[in-house]
């Protein structure tokens, strides 16, 4: 199965930057950056395209972060800007077997994720 690993969390202060990388082991896959603080539902934060290189951003997020994907290394990442203490989760990484897209199909292949906590 496909193989994933995230990396890049830490301990920052509010308003400072984070970039998160999800390396995985082969293929074109959709790829979606998760997160999940306790108590609260995993919800999804981004994603990208396996080969059109469309791209979703939860309303929370947008105009903060920005995903992007760097082929030849089979590495997605995501550049956080701007973090606020409610970014405080653990973040994961999943890859969907979905040509385009990448909203509309089961995450199937995940990472066993990143903390990032945004603290003053």
């Known amino acids: 199965e496909v193989q994933l690993q995230a990396s890049g969390g830490g301990l920052v202060q509010p308003g400072g930057f984070l970039r998160l990388s999800c390396a995985f082991s082969s293929g074109r896959h959709a790829i979606g950056w998760f997160r999940q603080a306790p108590g609260k539902e995993r919800e999804v934060v981004s994603c990208?395209?396996?080969?059109?290189?469309?791209?979703y951003y939860a309303d929370s997020v947008e105009g903060r972060f920005t995903i992007s994907s760097d082929n030849a290394k089979n590495t997605v990442y995501l550049s956080m800007h701007d973090l606020k203490p409610e970014d405080t989760a653990k973040y994961y990484c999943?890859?969907?077997?979905?040509?385009?897209?990448?909203?509309?199909?089961?995450?199937?292949?995940w990472g066993q994720g990143t903390q990032v906590t945004v603290s003053s």
């Open positions: 999943a890859a969907a077997d979905m040509k385009y897209g990448c909203l509309g199909r089961l995450y199937e292949y």
């Open positions: 990208i395209g396996a080969n059109d290189g469309s791209t």
